[in-house]
């Protein structure tokens, strides 16, 4: 799935959502602003199986434990549930899971006007989980914890947009799903619905820019061939 991630709440916000304090430290360096323009290899607040007590700052595309170097690796942003299917040792991975907290993302549509971005939030949360799976990757001086998003295939409105969906955990089935074994993850009755999410055209900038922008998130019109309302 190609796409970015936004965060928009405060930093107050979240530890409510959470009722986990986030230590100066972490603020100071992840969540100083809001975050209109997150890519792979920035960082997002995760809450693992392991530690369901804690937020830690995980970088996005995993990095295999067994990776001899992870410099110059951009890593797995993104796994399908359908890669899951009759493979038990890719599921065995799963035993590291993880919840990653955002306020919105974005989607690209292939169309003949060239890629059309779409941020997609919900329509009842200003924060949502998305699932998961984590990596420790360790060396002899420091530890690196990365994560990729599992993602699904879209069979109701998005599909629209694009053939694949992050999966969005229900927020009253958080807890159960991040203590729920490798076996168990796949239960759709966790998984929050597509009609659930909003979603708009927003300026195609957000495909390659770095800058963080509020206005990326802005819904803006599009004709055939040509894009308006620029900013």
Same mark, same amino acid.
């Given at each position: 799935m190609e796409g970015k991630l936004a965060i928009t709440v405060t930093t107050e916000e979240l530890e409510q959502h959470l009722n986990i304090q986030i230590s100066f430290q972490d603020k100071n360096k992840f969540l100083k602003e809001a975050l209109f323009n997150i890519s792979p290899s920035n960082f997002l607040p995760v809450v693992t199986n392991m530690d369901r007590n804690s937020v830690r700052f995980m970088k996005w595309g995993l990095i295999p434990s067994w990776k001899n170097n992870s410099k110059n690796?951009?890593?797995?942003?993104? +796994? @399908?549930?359908? @890669? $899951?299917?009759? =493979? /038990?040792?890719?599921?065995?991975?799963?035993? &590291?899971? *993880? +919840?990653? %907290?955002? @306020?919105? $993302? %974005? #989607?690209? =549509?292939? @169309?003949?006007? !060239?890629? #059309? /971005? %779409?941020? +997609?939030?919900?329509?009842?949360? &200003?924060? $949502? !989980? #998305?699932? !998961?799976?984590?990596? *420790?990757?360790?060396?002899?001086d420091k530890n690196q914890d990365s994560f990729c998003l599992i993602t699904q295939k879209t069979n109701g409105p998005l599909s629209y947009i694009s053939t694949e969906w992050p999966v969005i955990i229900k927020e009253e089935k958080e807890s159960e799903w991040l203590a729920s074994t490798s076996s168990e993850l796949m239960n759709e009755e966790n998984f929050s619905p597509e009609y659930d999410f909003n979603y708009h055209p927003v300026n195609q900038k957000i495909i390659k820019s770095i800058e963080n922008n509020p206005k990326f998130i802005n819904r803006i019109t599009y004709v055939v061939g040509e894009q308006t309302n620029l900013f």
């Open positions: 690796s951009k890593g797995l942003t993104s +796994i @399908s549930l359908s @890669s $899951f299917e009759g =493979k /038990p040792l890719l599921l065995n991975a799963l035993d &590291k899971h *993880c +919840i990653v %907290y955002v @306020s919105g $993302f %974005y #989607i690209w =549509k292939n @169309s003949v006007a !060239g890629k #059309i /971005p %779409y941020y +997609i939030t919900s329509k009842k949360r &200003k924060l $949502f !989980g #998305i699932a !998961g799976m984590w990596e *420790c990757w360790e060396t002899d």
